[in-house]
């Protein structure tokens, strides 16, 4: 079972896939590179705390409805009541307190289960990461990409 989640990159990508996983109740931690990015990081992830909240605010008069719903936050709206939107906030408030920020690899991976890199689209970097991740890794522990533009042609 996939409990501890570490997501390496804080940028666009990387902080929404934190973030949901936070929100799904994963243990998350952020490994970034320096003080700097976790400071850039930071307001990506108030900006989809701010995000959840108001869409989960904006389903109240859609609760009950057979209305098109947002994947991810919610299972539907048929069986949604105003009392589930309240405990979906508190979910999403929760992730956003939750969400840790590591410079330390060996201490953010350490114990993980799924690791998702998510740096910079650089063959360098990339090849850099998962040279320094390797050996801090557990036998059983998952590595996903989230690249788009490494993949060969």
Avoid: H
Avoid at 1 to 21: N, T
Wanted: include cysteine; charge should be negative.
């Amino acid at each position: 079972m996939i409990q501890k989640v570490v997501v390496a990159g804080g940028g666009v990508l990387g902080s929404q896939i934190a973030f949901q996983s936070a929100f799904k109740g994963k243990d998350v931690t952020v490994w970034l590179r320096s003080p700097a990015s976790i400071e850039r990081a930071r307001p990506k992830f108030e900006r989809l705390q701010a995000v959840y909240l108001s869409t989960l605010e904006a389903l109240r008069p859609l609760c009950g409805s057979e209305s098109a719903y947002p994947r991810g936050l919610v299972d539907g709206l048929r069986d949604l009541r105003e009392e589930d939107i309240d405990a979906l906030q508190a979910r999403v408030q929760k992730a956003a307190e939750s969400i840790r920020f590591e410079l330390d690899l060996e201490r953010a991976v350490r114990d993980a289960d799924l690791i998702v890199e998510s740096v910079a689209e650089d063959p360098r970097s990339k090849q850099a990461f998962y040279e320094s991740l390797q050996p801090f890794l557990k036998e059983d522990a998952i590595v996903a990409t989230n690249s788009s533009t490494m993949l060969p042609s």
